[in-house]
C-alpha cells in the first residue's frame, strides 16, 4: 500500500510486537523504552492508553507488562476470518507431533517473509519466534517465488545481491527444483542468514564483498539441487499451501537444524507436500 505512515501508529505497534514477543514473562518499562529507542513520555502515553483499552496489563507485583484480553478477543475471531492460515497451523503443529521438528507457518507480505506460527519439536532446538521478519530476497523466499507469476519471479531474482550470469542461472535452477518436487531445502546456517540479510548495505562497501556474496549464493543454491547421497545439515524444509490457481498463499515448514540423510530430507519433504495438499482441498467459507 502506498502513502505515508503514521509515526504514532508504527510506535504504538511496536510496542504490541515487542510484547507478543515476550507472551510469558513480560516487560518492564524501562526495557520497552531502552529496546524501542522511545523517550520516556511517548512509553507512557501509549502504555497508558493501550493498558486502558485492555490491549496491554500491567502485573501490580512485578510491574512487567503483557498483552491483555483485547487481543485475545481478536484472536478468538481470528480462525474464521483467515480459515487457510488456521489450517496451517494445525498442519504445523500436527508435522511437529510426527516429525519431531519444531515446524512453523510462514506468510509473504510486504516482501518480507514473516513467521506466523511455531510449533516445538521435541529435541527443542532454538527456531525463529512468531514476527520474525526474513527479507523475500535470494536465497530466502523460493518456495514462494518458485510458485509465483511470472513478473513476480523475475521481481525476485531481480533482488539477488549478484546480477551475475552465474548466480541468476543457479537462482533459476532452484526455482524448477522447488517447482518439480514441490518444496524446498534451507541449508543456511544461522551465521551465513545474517550475512545474506547484510547483503545489500555489505555489497556497497568493497566489490570484494560482492564477489564474497556470490560464492554464498552459489553454495547455498548449489546445495538445493545437488542432492548427492550425503547427509546434510538442514536449517528447514518448506512446502507452500497454493492457492486454486497454484499460487502459494502459505508455507508450511519444519525445522532439523542438523544433518539429515538425503532419504531422510526427501521424505520429510513429501509429507510437507501432502499437508499443503490436504489444505488445498479443504472447503474455504465464501
Known amino acids: ?20 514477543r515476550s507472551p510469558s514473562t513480560g516487560i518492564r518499562y524501562v526495557d520497552i523504552v531502552r529496546q524501542l529507542g522511545l523517550n520516556q513520555g511517548t512509553a507512557h502515553t501509549i502504555l497508558k492508553t493501550l493498558v486502558d483499552r485492555g490491549w496491554v496489563i500491567r502485573d501490580p507485583g512485578d510491574k512487567t507488562f503483557t498483552l491483555g484480553p483485547a487481543i485475545a478477543a481478536i484472536g ?22 510426527e516429525l519431531g521438528f519444531s515446524a512453523s507457518v510462514v506468510e509473504l507480505v510486504n516482501e518480507e517473509l514473516v513467521v ?24 530466502y523466499g523460493a518456495i514462494f517465488a518458485g510458485f509465483a507469476p511470472e513478473p513476480e519471479r523475475v521481481a525476485w531474482l531481480n533482488r539477488a545481491t549478484s546480477q551475475s550470469q552465474e548466480v541468476q542461472d543457479a537462482l533459476e535452477r532452484t526455482l524448477a527444483l ?4 514441490g518444496y ?44 548427492i547421497d550425503t547427509d546434510r ?12 490457481p497454484g499460487y502459494a498463499r502459505l508455507g508450511i515448514a519444519i525445522h532439523p537444524l542438523r544433518p539429515l540423510p538425503i532419504q531422510k530430507i526427501q521424505a520429510c519433504g513429501r509429507r510437507l507436500v501432502e499437508e499443503g495438499k490436504k489444505i488445498l482441498d479443504l472447503p474455504v467459507p465464501g
Request: no cysteine; glycine share 4%; charged share 20%.
Open 116 to 139: 506466523s506460527a511455531v510449533y516445538p519439536g521435541e529435541y527443542g532446538e532454538a527456531v525463529p519466534q512468531p514476527g520474525t521478519k526474513v527479507p523475500y530476497v535470494p536465497p
Open 233 to 244: 545439515s538442514v536449517t528447514s524444509i518448506i512446502a507452500p499451501v497454493l492457492d486454486q
Open 178 to 181: 522447488t517447482q518439480e518436487r
Open 184 to 227: 524446498d531445502v534451507d541449508w543456511t546456517t544461522p551465521a551465513v542468514a545474517k550475512i545474506t540479510a547484510m547483503a545489500d548495505s555489505l555489497a556497497d562497501l568493497h566489490p570484494s564483498l560482492l564477489s564474497a556474496m556470490d560464492q554464498v549464493l552459489m553454495e547455498l543454491t548449489a546445495l538445493s539441487f545437488d542432492e
Open 76 to 97: 478468538a475471531q481470528f480462525d474464521q476470518t483467515r480459515p487457510l492460515l488456521h489450517a496451517a497451523r494445525i498442519a504445523a503443529k500436527r508435522l511437529s507431533e
Open 1 to 20: 500500500m502506498r502513502g505515508a505512515t503514521s509515526g504514532p501508529t508504527s510506535r504504538t505497534l511496536d510496542v504490541l510486537e515487542l510484547l507478543a
